[in-house]
């Protein structure tokens, strides 16, 4: 499997003689086989990158290992080296500076010219000519980021340096975010016909950087495609994240296989993503083994179960390691209490894993009934099951207890299917108490009503209760297509697939039409083939400040679920008075010279009388500073924070949990890397498994003033 990947960089022909490509690593392959003298010889090119190379060999064989280094420079004699952030804010001026670098000392005068396109403006060119001092000059350019139409644009800058005969061009590109703290907003539903929902941009809002997109998902492959794409936006840095990232694939290529369905885009995509989703999720092992959030022990026996069903499902797809799947079953069988449950809660942490310890015990042996574990060998733990069904008014329980029993064929299942159609609500959704992850309200219901599904689906005696309850779970769905946090959306998707294998519906010829105000906005004829999500991207130019009215008709006989999604800029924040956390943020100076540093300080509380697992924290970074992976590291080593990762200018942070009413203080020592005047993202806080209520700070600013 190994000798399959691997990474080489190579230049495309098509590209001009500008610099444009700065990849810092040019070729990774885990095995080479030399010849029988102990050679081998790899070849790739060089990126645009100045500067010192390495190259690393690990070597095996004949009982031996040996390791080799060498390194080799790539120069120019003539060449100029600007420093430019990868995202900017709108507003934002940019005091770009250029470094000029001749190795030919004696020369005095170079020329700098800076082009930009798109939505940057040059205000102030670099001084001509530079003057070198001992082959070294420095050019300033101002340029500021303009305004514009939709949710981010895509500049291009081109500088040109020249010395006499020498030239050195370069291509940049920056990515520019609109001002404003985001307001989203999620619609679904199933249409079939014609149906109309009204829209509201306030009076606050930019309009022109409102986003409208609408999906439909006339197949399950659809639902898991979207769901995948939905799942991809979200922070993935620990266990749980990980593998939901990756289950969508397995579902896909399992569906594939079971209606022999050959859609190549998605079965090319799903077998991509599986061998870097596979390796990074068995990495979180615990060294005493299990799974946890982040790897570190003791194990989280509900979260090893998930794995362990991942694992099973994935199997069947993918070369999975049986003899790590085979540990990781006995890791929980070696759980069991001898009382019919498995002990949970164990650790430091052990008070911030979420629902009851009958709650995790019925979660873990439906994990083993689904991963083939034979019932026989589970029989006091599943007499534990039918004394809990008994005893329980948890539907979140009683939906796992149900599901459970149908997998172990005991005939109690039936009771207690009975007893959930009792526990659904008019809307079709059930609300239990606690999930394993600790999961808020919105994401809990979604949760209980998909175990539902899964445990009602093997009897036709429950079809209503089915029916009404997908149909929550399609309304439930959110603009991007996901339902919720992870947890929620993997457990959807398992429902909704289960129950479009159990009712196969065919696409029938048809037209499918949207009316925005009135006017019609897009179409597409439907053909009878239809597998993948049809979406409706960047509607947005089409609002008005004010109500909107959308109306969609679907023809043909047809049926599909749908889902909507609408985000804007206003000047007040979308804080959600649900949200157990308080934050604050603050920069200590917020002017500073170029290379100095200053701190961001964020302070974050929990607002509950109760711990709080998996708190988030995003903080927006202006664009001209710069946190070293150092600092983040060092925060992770106090266990200030669980772990960190970054996207684009913003770091997001991982909480394992915090103590009723507990506040914590986090300081990043951040320097000012490029002068300018920056405005970042805005920055929030929210809990991992309730992502729908955030607390929201406004942007920080700073002043950076260029070195002289």
Same mark, same amino acid.
């Given at each position: ?19 444009? @490509? ?37 070597? @095996? ?10 390194? *080799? ?35 005095? @005068? ?118 995948? !794409? ?9 266990? &749980? !994240? ?67 069903? !991942?694992? @099973? ?38 008070? *911030? ?70 526990? !659904? ?40 209760? =089915?029916?009404?309850?997908?149909? *929550? ?56 083939? &239809?597998?993948?999500?049809?979406? *409706? ?74 711990? =709080? ?60 890397? =490029? ?34």
């Amino acid at each position: 499997m190994l000798a399959r990947l691997g990474y080489r960089f190579q230049y495309n022909a098509a590209d001009t003689a500008a610099r444009q @490509h700065f990849i810092e690593t040019l070729f990774w392959k885990p095995m080479i086989v030399t010849d029988d003298a102990g050679k081998a010889s790899v070849e790739f090119d060089v990126s645009d990158k100045v500067a010192t190379w390495a190259i690393h060999a690990d070597a @095996h064989g004949g009982g031996r290992v040996g390791q080799a280094y060498e390194k *080799f420079e790539s120069f120019l004699p003539f060449r100029i080296e600007p420093k430019l952030p990868q995202q900017l804010t709108v507003g934002d001026v940019v005091e770009l500076p250029v470094a000029v670098i001749a190795d030919d000392a004696s020369k005095k @005068h170079a020329k700098v010219g800076v082009i930009p396109e798109g939505k940057l403006s040059l205000e102030k060119s670099p001084g001509d000519p530079v003057e070198l001092s001992g082959g070294r000059g420095r050019a300033i350019a101002r340029l500021v980021a303009q305004e514009f139409d939709g949710s981010g644009v895509r500049a291009k800058l081109t500088i040109r340096g020249q010395l006499q005969n020498a030239t050195d061009d370069r291509i940049e590109h920056v990515e520019i975010l609109p001002r404003g703290f985001p307001h989203a907003e999620s619609r679904a539903g199933s249409l079939a016909g014609l149906t109309t929902t009204a829209l509201v941009i306030p009076d606050d809002a930019a309009r022109r950087n409102a986003k409208l997109a609408v999906r439909f998902y006339p197949s399950p492959l659809a639902t898991i495609e979207q769901g995948l !794409q939905g799942i991809l936006r979200k922070p993935h840095g620990c266990f &749980e !994240q990980a593998s939901s990232s990756n289950y969508p694939n397995v579902m896909a290529l399992r569906l594939m296989q079971a209606n022999g369905d050959n859609i190549p885009s998605i079965a090319a995509m799903a077998r991509g993503l599986l061998p870097d989703g596979y390796r990074k999720i068995t990495g979180y092992e615990c060294s005493k083994k299990g799974y946890e959030w982040w790897g570190k022990n003791p194990g989280h026996a509900a979260l090893t179960a998930y794995g362990l069903m !991942q694992f @099973h499902d994935m199997s069947q797809v993918y070369d999975v390691d049986q003899d790590m799947v085979a540990r990781t079953r006995q890791w929980l069988l070696d759980k069991r209490d001898g009382k019919g449950g498995f002990v949970t809660g164990e650790g430091r942490y052990g008070h *911030f894993w979420g629902g009851s310890a009958a709650t995790r015990s019925a979660y873990i042996a439906l994990a083993l009934l689904l991963a083939g574990e034979d019932p026989a060998s589970l029989e006091t733990e599943i007499a534990e099951l039918e004394r809990r069904a008994k005893a329980s008014d948890d539907a979140y329980e009683l939906a796992v207890l149900g599901y459970a029993l149908t997998e172990a064929k005991r005939p109690s299942a039936a009771a207690v299917l009975e007893r959930l159609t009792g526990m !659904q609500e008019k809307d079709g959704s059930l609300l239990g108490k606690g999930s394993i992850t600790g999961s808020g309200k919105r994401d809990l219901r979604v949760e209980t009503t998909s175990f539902a599904v899964l445990a009602w689906l093997h009897s036709h005696s429950y079809d209503e209760s =089915v029916q009404r309850a997908v149909r *929550f779970l399609e309304k439930a769905r959110t603009g991007s297509g996901t339902f919720g946090a992870t947890q929620a959306t993997i457990m959807a998707l398992k429902a909704l697939t289960a129950y479009a294998q159990a009712t196969t519906r065919n696409v029938k010829p048809g037209v499918l039409i949207l009316w925005l105000n009135g006017k019609r906005i897009a179409s597409r004829r439907l053909l009878g083939t &239809e597998k993948r999500t049809i979406a *409706f991207e960047h509607l947005g130019r089409a609002l008005v400040i004010g109500n909107n009215e959308l109306r969609m008709e679907l023809t043909g006989g047809n049926e599909f679920p749908w889902s909507l999604e609408l985000g804007y800029r206003a000047e007040r924040p979308q804080s959600s008075q649900d949200c157990a956390l308080a934050l604050s943020t603050s920069i200590a100076k917020k002017e500073i010279a170029e290379g100095d540093t200053t701190a961001i300080r964020a302070v974050v509380r929990n607002t509950t009388n109760k711990p =709080v697992a998996n708190p988030m924290i995003v903080l927006g970074l202006p664009a001209g500073l710069h946190v070293t992976s150092r600092v983040l590291d060092d925060l992770k080593k106090a266990e200030t924070i669980a772990a960190w990762e970054l996207s684009g200018r913003e770091v997001i942070l991982y909480l394992r949990g915090l103590e009723a009413a507990e506040q914590r203080e986090i300081v990043l020592d951040v320097t000012g890397r =490029v002068p300018g005047k920056y405005t970042g993202q805005a920055s929030r806080a929210y809990l991992y498994y309730s992502d729908q209520d955030k607390v929201w700070n406004a942007p920080l600013t700073v002043t950076i003033h260029a070195a002289r």
